[in-house]
């Protein structure tokens, strides 16, 4: 497997990249890109949420942020090459004492389910090639 070359980050990292997310169209899924690179036939991207819901999910108590993992989602074919998104999510805890739930990732509900590992659009659109085009799962 081929590793992606990341061109290095300018220093408007945290500027959202509008054409870039027109582009891809991960406007909608409420996501910006940072950065993006390309690994033999897969398409990376790199991109953070727009929105995060700083709300506790079992008290509804806001949070605080501890770190950021990397969730990766597979996405739409870019030009025919499929892609992967690598978002940068906050990992939260609770304040409360009286709450059960200690350290949780933010939910992107905008792009996929918690625990999903392909976007909303993707599930969507595997199903309308299957039942449109007749294509297999595996294709
Ligand atoms: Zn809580």
Same mark, same amino acid.
């Given at each position: 497997?081929?590793?992606?070359?990341?061109? =290095?980050?300018?220093?408007?990292a945290?500027?959202? $990249?509008?054409?870039?997310?027109? &582009?891809?169209?991960?406007? *909608?899924?409420?996501?910006?890109?940072?950065n993006?690179?390309?690994? +033999? $036939?897969? @398409?990376?991207?790199?991109?953070?949420?727009? &929105?995060?819901?700083?709300?506790?999910?079992?008290? +509804?108590? #806001?949070?605080?942020?501890?770190?950021h993992?990397e969730?990766?989602?597979t996405?739409?074919? &870019?030009?025919?090459?499929p892609?992967?998104?690598?978002?940068?999510?906050?990992? !939260?805890?609770?304040?409360?004492?009286?709450c *059960?739930? @200690?350290?949780?990732?933010?939910?992107?509900?905008? #792009?996929?389910?918690?625990?999903?590992?392909?976007?909303?659009?993707?599930?969507?659109? &595997? !199903?309308?090639?299957?039942?449109?085009?007749g294509? =297999?799962?595996?294709?």
């Amino acid at each position: 497997m081929s590793h992606p070359t990341v061109t =290095s980050a300018p220093a408007s990292a945290c500027a959202p $990249n509008l054409v870039a997310d027109t &582009i891809c169209r991960t406007v *909608e899924l409420g996501l910006s890109i940072d950065n993006a690179a390309d690994a +033999g $036939n897969l @398409t990376h991207l790199y991109c953070h949420p727009v &929105i995060v819901d700083l709300n506790c999910p079992g008290c +509804g108590h #806001a949070c605080r942020v501890r770190d950021h993992v990397e969730r990766r989602l597979t996405d739409l074919p &870019i030009a025919g090459h499929p892609s992967l998104l690598h978002v940068r999510v906050p990992r !939260l805890f609770c304040t409360s004492d009286d709450c *059960e739930v @200690t350290i949780f990732r933010a939910s992107i509900p905008q #792009a996929a389910d918690d625990r999903q590992t392909v976007t909303h659009r993707v599930t969507r659109w &595997i !199903l309308q090639r299957m039942a449109c085009d007749g294509m =297999s799962v595996k294709a």
